[in-house]
């Protein structure tokens, strides 16, 4: 099989594109259509409905034409004969070594091109099994796991390429609705307003692709900027704690912390609740803030006396806000 090299197999308006294999034999022949039509539309209809032949009437009278002969040939009718030796030309340039071998005895354009037809495309029985596989394709047509949404959008309007390039009539609201019901569970609430809001029977495939990428990139937004906001809310709350460990106000003697001790759990609860936890363990500090291994502080009541009104105002704000 002959190797692709990218856009050179594409081609270009000056150079017909390239036959890569058998695969590629559809996407192919639209290229070449459109080349032939652009270069020269009589290429085209050479291909469609045979060379040009010079004809002259007959001797013998009777009006039949027969072929000139070629001694007989006028500068007109040499041009209209080379409008079929370009276009064969064209087509033998695209085939690759192992291809041409096998039609070289091609002397016309047309020839060429339905032997290839033949040769890629299969009779009707073999083109009409391909568009039931591609239908059934298009039926079960699902997103895959890991798969992006530009990835999957190329996947779908490739296939729907495929039906339509084998004369499968799609409507376009059922190629819309198949397209969504393709993407993933996440964009269930954005679809069912799209299909609220939008008209599936005149909006394009490209239009709906625009709205749910634009939408995905704004989830990717969102998404960075909550991940931004979490971790500047951690470093907040790291900081505060180790500065509540120096700050602290000394204590001479020791003084039992305000605690609440949770309910005793009863058999029932024990084995259905494991997280109740006992309250932590009573020890001698000299510090005014007491904490057990959980990192949990508590204030000594005398203590918050000394503190002014305003200063105990700000301390509950930031302890709210170091729970968020």
Known sequence: MAQSNGFEDIGSINRPPRLVSGEDYDMWKNRMESFFCYQEYGMWRSIKEGPYIPMVASADGGGIQVPKETSKYSEEDIKKMEVDFKALGAIQMCLPNEVFHNFRSYKTAKELWEALEKMFAGSEEVKENRRDILKQQYE???????????????????????????????????????????????WTLYTVSIRRTENLKTLQITELFGMLKTYELEMIQAKERSSSYQSATTSSTTSSALHSDHSGPSASSYYPPIVTHPQTPTASQSNSSPFLLEAPPQQPTSTAFVSDNSSSMYFIKEDLECFHPDDLEEMDIQHSYDML
């Open 140 to 186: 079960n047509f699902v997103w895959r796991e890991g798969e992006s949404l530009t990835i999957l959008y190329n996947r779908f309007t490739y296939l729907v390429g495929e039906l339509q390039c084998s004369k499968v009539k799609l409507e376009n609201e059922d190629i819309l609705k198949n397209f969504i019901r393709s993407l993933p569970s996440c």
